[in-house]
């Protein structure tokens, strides 16, 4: 695979939970390929990278996956609301922030500010 298959595969097999960026997946799989662990071979104009013997028994005797971590305890389902609920708010924002007056945007503003104190006082157990 090449870094950004990578990517998207730790992407995938987390659920979401984690898609690590390429400023920490480049380097590590240099750092990995310095190692003796991957060997890389360029084809057509990108780095594929394997497992060596010795990063093939490194892995194998190696703690669990970080994805496997990462998506653990993770309840898919109230996930999938916070994500739409979300997104559903920053669509609705940006309408208004495209199409509305300036009074109107100011008010939508207010209203986001507003939403995430009162996210913090949930934390803080206030009302």
Do not use: C
């Not at 990578?6 to 097999?13: D, H, K, L, N, S």
């Not at 309408?95 to 503003?109: E, H, I, N, Y």
Request: hydrophobic share 40%.
């Amino acid at each position: 695979m090449h870094g950004y298959e990578m990517i998207q595969e730790i992407a995938e097999r987390s659920g979401g939970a984690w898609k690590p960026s390429p400023g920490s997946v480049y380097p590590t799989l240099q750092l990995l390929e310095d190692e003796g662990l991957i060997a890389s071979e360029s084809e057509g104009g990108k780095k594929l990278f394997s497992l060596t013997e010795a990063g093939l028994e490194a892995a194998e005797g190696g703690p669990e996956a970080p994805w496997e971590e990462a998506s653990r305890g993770v309840d898919w389902e109230a996930l999938g609301e916070i994500r739409q609920a979300g997104f559903g708010l920053m669509e609705a924002f940006g309408q208004v922030w495209k199409t509305g007056s300036k009074d109107q945007r100011d008010k939508a503003l207010a209203v986001i500010n507003d939403a995430r104190k009162k996210l913090y006082l949930i934390l803080a157990d206030e009302d």
